[in-house]
């Protein structure tokens, strides 16, 4: 394509979509080489069966009309609206073309091959080429995929003793204050779920304070895990938002005792839990050491234009998709000690379909930069499904990499620093040779 039809079809989207080329600005002379995005699977049903969750509740929650854990069909449109805004966002950039029969060749999409990250990974290639069957490239069904879920295999023999001690150091001699300090936000949780903070409990109902706090090894995808009322909150505050993100009748979401208001400070309970079993500096290590190496040779195959063994996709991709879970953001988040702010909410949240982003740039003295952002639409936009654009952007926050970023736009880390940094957290035995 030449580069006058490239700047016409770039314009045309951007036009069309409200966006602007500036929220990806750089210096005269910079250009965007590449880009890896590790996106959160969409808005999906609650993984736990309804008889698990009914003894702490006084009502039933609500029916999904998909399995459990499945992305919803609302889920794959609002995943697809986070595509399109990437598509004007990165033709804006001058990295894709707008064309999606040559963009195809450019994006490499990989997902974890549970249901709702493979149907994550067809929304963003809905979004970003128009392609709902796009080349997908995941391991065999059945299959565990060291790159998103190492813990389930116990891939590297993780020490789960250490593990528990690094999460148990986090809490404290008591465990038990941790819900005395947050016994606000877990009464407001206990009025959602009976109707009233202060009402005695019906027959067979469990009041989550009376659940002793404490932490374990992990089961399924997880290295470790939090019990008791830490554990249990999460779960509930987790399906509330997502009951609020899928659209559900106000009536519906929280049985009508929930507002967007109510989310930023019970979101507390969920991040704490989060940050404990998934971004405690040896967890996040077992757990994302391998992702954050090919994310590392990826980014680094895209600044030689050389094939680099362990890099995601091609050395043509300019564009690396991969459709993966809030765990592993959260765990990047851990071992790098990254830090967010976005939709008044706590610290660091990874909503439905949020990202972490890595931009690789080259500046025009030829030095490469990377640039970090979290990307996510926000919990009204996604209850809304509203049309990302320049007017109602997705919430982009730049994030600062400690030990590597620099004052520069989007707090840029020069190559040669991330790559030293990523060594330096990253753990080998965790580490396969193929992503």
Not at 66 to 77: A, I, S
Not at 89 to 96: S, T
Request: aromatic residues 8%; neutral net charge.
């Amino acid at each position: 394509m030449k580069s006058s039809h490239k700047k016409v079809v770039a314009l045309f989207l951007l036009a069309l979509l409200g966006v602007s080329g500036v929220e990806c600005a750089a210096s005269e002379g910079d250009a965007l080489r590449a880009v890896v995005i590790v996106s959160r699977h969409g808005v999906r049903a609650p993984i736990d069966a309804p008889d698990k969750l009914a003894p702490f509740s006084a009502a039933p929650w609500p029916k999904w009309g998909v399995p459990p854990g499945y992305l919803t069909p609302r889920g794959k449109k609002l995943v697809a609206l986070m595509g399109a805004y990437y598509r004007a966002r990165y033709v804006g950039a001058g990295l894709l073309t707008g064309n999606p029969a040559k963009d195809r060749d450019l994006i490499f999409f990989r997902a974890n091959n549970f249901e709702r990250t493979m149907e994550t990974g067809r929304g963003l290639a809905q979004g970003l080429l128009d392609d709902a069957k796009p080349d997908l490239h995941a391991l065999p069904d059945g299959a565990v995929d060291p790159l998103f879920v190492p813990a389930k295999i116990r891939f590297g023999s993780p020490d789960e003793a250490l593990a528990v001690a690094a999460v148990r150091g986090r809490l404290g001699a008591d465990p038990d204050a941790f819900a005395r300090t947050y016994r606000t936000q877990f009464a407001k949780l206990h009025g959602i779920l009976f109707g009233n903070e202060a009402a005695a409990l019906p027959s067979g109902k469990i009041r989550l304070l009376s659940l002793p706090m404490g932490v374990k090894p992990g089961e399924g995808n997880d290295l470790i895990g939090t019990t008791g009322p830490l554990d249990h909150a999460k779960t509930f505050i987790e399906n509330l938002m997502l009951e609020y993100a899928e659209g559900m009748p106000a009536a519906d979401v929280g049985w009508g005792r929930v507002d967007r208001a109510a989310f930023s400070d019970l979101a507390q309970l969920h991040a704490m839990d989060f940050s404990l079993a998934h971004g405690t500096f040896y967890v996040a290590q077992v757990q994302i050491s391998n992702m954050a190496s090919h994310i590392l040779q990826t980014l680094e195959q895209a600044a030689s234009g050389e094939a680099i063994a362990g890099a995601i996709g091609p050395v043509s991709a300019r564009m690396v998709v991969l459709a993966g879970h809030d765990m592993n953001i959260i765990s990047l988040a851990g071992l790098l000690d990254l830090n967010w702010s976005v939709d008044s909410l706590p610290m660091s949240p990874a909503l439905p379909g949020g990202a972490l982003v890595f931009e690789l740039w080259r500046h025009a003295d030829g030095g490469n930069f990377v640039r970090t952002y979290y990307m996510t639409q926000t919990l009204d936009q996604l209850r809304n499904a509203v049309v990302l654009s320049s007017t109602t952007p997705p919430a982009i926050a730049p994030v600062f990499i400690p030990g590597c970023s620099t004052a520069g736009p989007g707090y840029e880390a020069p190559l040669g620093r991330f790559a030293f940094k990523l060594r330096q957290v990253i753990d080998p035995q965790f580490v396969s040779p193929q992503p």
